[in-house]
């Protein structure tokens, strides 16, 4: 094993990391929008939208990322769904983002959903007898709660995503995993590139776990 011969390529491992997290990140803001919208459709008393709800989040729960991707990218152009670039984004980088971000918000609306669960009824029943409704006391009163509950596993999502993301590799965004394949067409030597990409997923995973906990004690103090 010799690292010295990456040594012309460590820009391009770094250009690697940059989009991963960077799709890793608007897969996460676009996951928690969408994953707090399906969690208050799923907790709904109305039928209507509670079922369609919960069964967005059994099949994206229940299906691989990997066939997620694959249907997404080859599947819908074959419907007439294309799309588009999007700004300095390509449409690959698009489709990527938008495959991590359905899938992660499943989770994350089970992630609300327990969060939600955990807030006191009692704050619910002293909302409505001050003559909130039922969206206001939710607003303004049980999902500011829930969400400062769940902040450490929205943070522990986007770790997840973080490694998830070198799936996206297969449809030709060039995050890091691609970028480790490129340096290995490049030298020949297959084992470098990727141990190369393996400790810098693990450096990027070990920070955000630091940061993770920092947060959790920051939140525990404010307790």
């Known amino acids: 094993m010799d ?18 997290i960077i799709i890793s990140l608007v897969s996460l803001v676009i996951g ?19 079922w369609p709800a919960s069964a967005y989040v059994q099949i994206l729960r229940g299906t691989p990322l990997f066939v997620q991707i694959f249907i997404i990218y080859f599947g819908l152009p074959q419907l007439g769904i294309q799309f588009p670039d999007i700004g300095p984004f390509s449409s690959d980088f698009v489709s990527g983002a938008f495959a991590l971000s359905i899938n992660s918000s499943a989770y994350i609306a089970e992630i609300f959903r327990s969060g939600i669960q955990a807030v006191d ?21 049980i999902v500011p709660q829930a969400v400062k509950n769940v902040l450490p596993a929205l943070a522990n999502e986007f770790i997840t995503l ?41 450096v990027m995973t070990t920070i955000l776990s630091l940061l993770v906990g920092l947060l959790e004690k920051k939140l525990a103090q404010s307790n």
């Open 3 to 20: 690292f010295s011969v990456l040594s012309g390529y460590y820009g391009v491992f770094i250009q690697g990391a940059k989009t991963t």
């Open 32 to 50: 928690f929008v969408l994953g707090l919208l399906i969690c208050l459709m799923k907790m709904s008393k109305i039928k209507i939208l509670r």
């Open 121 to 141: 009824k009692g704050q619910m029943e002293a909302s409505r007898s001050l003559g909130l409704g039922y969206v206001d006391a939710m607003r303004y009163v």
């Open 162 to 202: 973080v490694k998830e993301s070198s799936i996206i590799s297969v449809i030709g965004v060039q995050e890091l995993m691609f970028k480790a394949g490129i340096v290995r067409t490049a030298l020949y030597r297959p084992f470098e590139p990727y141990i190369m990409a393996a400790i810098m997923y693990l």
